[in-house]
C-alpha cells in the first residue's frame, strides 16, 4: 500500500448548509491510500441496497456520510439508524434519483413504545395471544377451518368458550377451548384441538395482521428503527443519499525520532547549523483512529478525515409535538319546565309580586354569559362565533399562503458544492482524504495520514510551577511537512531509544510548537524567593492634592548548573504579570505568550550561569494635602527625590 501526497477530486459529495457543514469538491495536499475500486451494481430487487461510498468524519464531532447505488423501476431501500440519530437525520437527509427518477416518499416508525403501536391495529398481538385469545378479537370476521382429517368448516366468528368434557376411564373432567362460527342461520362449535389452520377470508384483516407482525419484528432491535426511501423511474438509475449525524471524534497519534543529524533546509535560514541551538533532522509519523460505529459496512470507501468544526446541534424533530389550545364550553340552555295552564279570566287576574314572572311566559337562563337576553328571544349563534355567507363558518375558507405543488424537476444539489479552496479561508480547515477503505461496521482502525520529515530543536525547559529542581527535556518542533496537525498525544523516540510520551496542540503549516517529554536530571536549577522593593521617584503638589510617584521593582533570580557532558539550550518560563515590563540581564532571547515569557539562552557542559529578570511599574499615590498627616509630610521633605522648590 502506496501512501503519497497528492491533490484528489473529491466527486460527486453533496454540500450541506445545515449546521454551517460544507463538504468541497477539491482538496489539496490530502493523504492517499490507493487501490483498485469495485463498482458493481447493486442489484434489481424491488427492496434495493445502496451501499456507503462516501463518508466525511469532523472534528466536531459529526460525520457525512453518502450512499449510491444503480437501481431500477419503482422500489424502495432501507436504512437502519439508532433512535438517538433520527433527529440528525431527519434534519439534514438529502436524496436525489438520476435520469427520470423520482423520490416518491421516506417513511419511518412511530416514536410510541411497541405496546402503543400494537395496540393501534384491529388484531392485538401484544404479549403472545394465544390461538383463543386471538380467535375471541376477531368475532364477526369471516374465517375458513381447516380440520384434523382434511376436514373444513368455514362460517362467521361468534365467539370462543371453555367447556369442560370426560376423559379416560374414570371420566377425569379435561377443558378444552372452542370456537363458535355462524353459517347459514346454524350455529357449530369447533374444538380448537382439532384445528389445523385458520384462514381470514376479510383482505383487510389480513393485512393488518401482517402490519401487526413486520411492527413486531421491526421493533426486535429496540435501539434502531429503520427509514425507507421510496423512488419511482423506469430502467436503470443512480440513487444517491446524503445525510449527516453524530459519529465519534476521528483522532491523531504521533510518532516522532529525533537524530543528531542536521536539518536539511530548502530555503535559507538563519538558523545556526552546529551547536545545541542548531536545528536537528526528524521524523514524524502520524496516524488516524477512525470509529465505524455505524450499521453500514465501509467497502471501498473515499474517506475523509477534516480537521474543521462546523457548527452542528440537534433539534427534536423525531417525538411528535402539540401545541397547547384553549378548552371552550358551549353555552348551554336550560331546558324549560313543562307546564299546565288553568282556565282564567280578567277579574281574577294575579299580580305576580316584583321579579316572579307572569303565567304563560318564561324566561332562558344562561350560565356565565355577558349578554344580556330578553325573555323569548334567541341568538344568531349562540356559541358567540360569526357567521360566513350562505350560513358557512369563515373557518371552512381555505388558509392563505399554501404553497404550490412542485413541478417534479430531480433535485441537483450536487451544483451548490463549495471547494475548499473558498472555505479554507475561513479558519484552520484541513482535510485529509484515504480512497478504498474498507472497515466493518462497529470496528476501528487506525490509518496512516503522516510520514514526513520535520525540524526539531533540543531544549530544557524550567518552570517553577511544574518542577522546581530540575528542568524538563523537551524540543521545539517545526512543521514543515505542509499539513495541518491535529492535536494528540506524541511518542518521542531519540535515536533508537524511547525518551517519553507528549502533547501537541494543533499545528498550521510553518508553525512549532514546544513539546516536553521527561525530566533532564542533569540540568539543575535553582529559584530563591524573588525580591521586591518601592522607591519613591517624584513628589508634588498641585491645587492642594498631592501627588507620589513611586517604582514597584520585582526581580527573580535562576541559577542553573549543567551537569552534563554536552551543552544544553535553557529555556526558562517566567509568569507574565500584567502591567509590569521586563527586562532580563545579559540581553537574553525572550518569547511572550499570553501567561509567559521564555527567557532562552545557552548553558555549557559542566558550567553554571545565573539569569536574573526584572519587572518594574510605576503607580501614582493621589491624596488631599489637608488630610495628610504631619509625619508623612515629614518623610517625604527629607526623601532625596523631593524636588527644592
Known amino acids: 500500500m502506496q501512501v503519497k501526497r497528492t491533490a484528489v477530486t473529491a466527486a460527486a459529495m453533496l454540500a450541506l448548509a445545515m449546521g454551517g457543514l460544507a463538504l468541497p469538491a477539491r482538496f489539496s495536499w490530502v493523504t492517499s491510500i490507493h487501490a483498485a475500486p469495485t463498482t458493481a451494481p447493486v442489484g434489481n430487487a424491488k427492496n434495493t441496497e445502496v451501499p456507503v461510498k462516501v463518508v466525511a468524519l469532523f472534528s466536531s464531532g459529526v460525520g457525512y456520510f453518502e450512499h449510491e447505488g444503480s437501481v431500477q423501476g419503482t422500489g424502495s431501500t432501507e436504512l437502519r439508524f439508532k433512535i438517538n440519530q433520527i433527529n440528525d437525520i431527519l434534519k439534514s437527509l438529502m436524496l436525489q434519483a438520476s435520469g427520470d427518477g423520482k423520490i416518491s416518499s421516506v417513511d419511518y416508525p412511530s416514536q410510541d413504545p411497541i405496546e402503543k403501536t400494537l395496540h393501534s391495529f384491529q388484531v392485538d398481538i401484544t404479549g403472545n395471544p394465544p390461538l383463543a385469545t386471538m380467535l375471541q378479537q376477531l368475532r364477526g370476521a369471516q374465517v375458513k377451518l381447516t380440520l384434523v382429517g382434511a376436514e373444513s368448516t368455514s362460517g362467521t366468528i361468534l365467539g370462543t368458550e371453555q367447556k369442560t368434557r370426560p376423559v379416560g376411564e374414570k371420566g377425569q373432567p379435561v377443558t378444552s377451548w ?8 346454524s350455529i357449530e362449535s369447533v374444538e380448537l384441538d382439532r384445528v389445523q389452520r385458520v384462514h381470514l377470508e376479510d383482505p383487510q384483516l389480513q ?5 401487526a407482525l413486520s411492527t413486531l419484528a421491526q421493533a426486535r432491535d429496540q435501539d434502531k428503527k429503520p427509514v425507507t426511501i421510496h ?15 453524530e459519529t465519534p471524534i ?47 459496512d465501509w467497502n471501498n470507501v473515499q474517506l475523509s478525515l477534516v480537521s474543521g468544526r462546523p457548527i452542528s ?31 282564567g279570566s280578567i277579574a281574577n287576574r294575579i299580580v305576580n309580586p316584583p321579579g316572579q314572572v307572569p303565567p304563560g311566559e318564561f324566561q332562558l337562563r344562561m350560565s356565565q354569559t355577558p349578554n344580556h337576553y330578553e325573555p323569548g328571544t334567541l341568538t344568531q349563534n349562540s356559541f358567540g362565533g360569526k357567521t360566513g355567507e350562505a350560513g358557512k363558518s369563515s373557518s371552512n375558507a381555505p388558509a392563505p399562503g399554501l404553497p404550490a405543488n412542485a413541478s417534479g424537476d430531480a433535485m441537483d444539489i450536487a451544483a451548490s458544492v463549495t471547494s475548499l479552496a473558498t472555505s479554507g479561508q475561513m479558519g484552520e480547515l484541513f482535510q485529509y482524504t484515504l480512497d478504498s477503505v474498507s472497515l466493518p461496521r462497529q470496528r476501528s482502525a487506525m490509518f496512516p495520514i503522516v510520514t514526513e520529515d520535520v525540524e526539531i530543536q533540543k531544549v530544557s525547559i524550567y518552570n517553577q510551577k511544574i518542577m522546581a529542581r530540575h528542568a524538563l527535556n523537551g524540543a521545539r518542533v517545526h512543521n514543515t511537512t505542509g499539513k495541518h496537525l491535529l492535536q494528540g498525544p506524541i511518542t518521542v523516540l531519540d535515536g533508537n531509544g ?21 525530566v533532564d536530571l542533569q540540568m539543575v536549577v535553582d529559584a530563591p524567593q524573588n525580591d521586591t522593593k518601592s522607591t519613591i521617584q517624584t513628589i508634588k503638589i498641585s491645587n492642594g492634592m498631592l501627588r507620589v510617584e513611586r517604582r514597584q521593582e520585582m526581580s527573580q533570580v535562576y541559577k542553573a548548573d549543567n551537569r552534563g557532558d554536552t551543552d544544553r539550550v535553557l529555556l526558562i ?8 515590563d521586563l527586562k532580563v540581564e545579559n540581553e537574553k532571547s525572550v518569547e511572550t505568550t499570553s501567561t509567559l515569557h521564555r527567557i532562552k539562552g545557552t548553558v555549557h557542559a ?8 526584572k519587572e518594574q511599574r510605576l503607580d501614582e499615590e493621589v491624596s488631599r494635602l489637608v488630610s495628610t498627616s504631619m509625619d508623612a509630610l515629614e518623610v517625604y521633605r527629607t526623601n532625596s527625590a523631593t524636588p527644592e522648590s
Open 178 to 185: 372452542y370456537l363458535n362460527l355462524i353459517a347459514d342461520g
Open 207 to 211: 393485512a393488518e395482521l401482517n402490519k
Open 231 to 245: 423512488f419511482q423511474g423506469t430502467g436503470d438509475m443512480r440513487l444517491r443519499i446524503g445525510y449527516v449525524m
Open 250 to 296: 476521528w483522532k491523531t497519534s504521533y510518532r516522532l525520532v529525533m537524530t543528531d543529524k542536521p536539518a536539511v533546509r530548502a530555503q535559507p535560514s538563519t538558523a545556526p547549523t552546529t551547536g545545541p541551538s542548531a536545528l536537528r533532522d526528524g521524523k514524524l509519523q502520524g496516524w488516524a483512529i477512525v470509529e465505524n460505529e455505524t450499521d453500514n
Open 313 to 343: 446541534f440537534i433539534q427534536n424533530l423525531y417525538q411528535p409535538l402539540y401545541i397547547p389550545r384553549p378548552v371552550v364550553e358551549p353555552e348551554l340552555f336550560a331546558s324549560l319546565t313543562p307546564q299546565t295552564y288553568d282556565n
Open 498 to 518: 524511547y525518551a517519553g510520551d507528549a502533547r501537541i496542540d494543533d499545528v498550521p503549516p510553518g508553525q512549532s510548537r514546544l513539546i516536553r517529554y521527561g
Open 573 to 580: 518560563e517566567h509568569p507574565v504579570h500584567p502591567g509590569w
Open 606 to 613: 559542566h558550567e553554571k550561569t545565573t539569569v536574573v529578570v
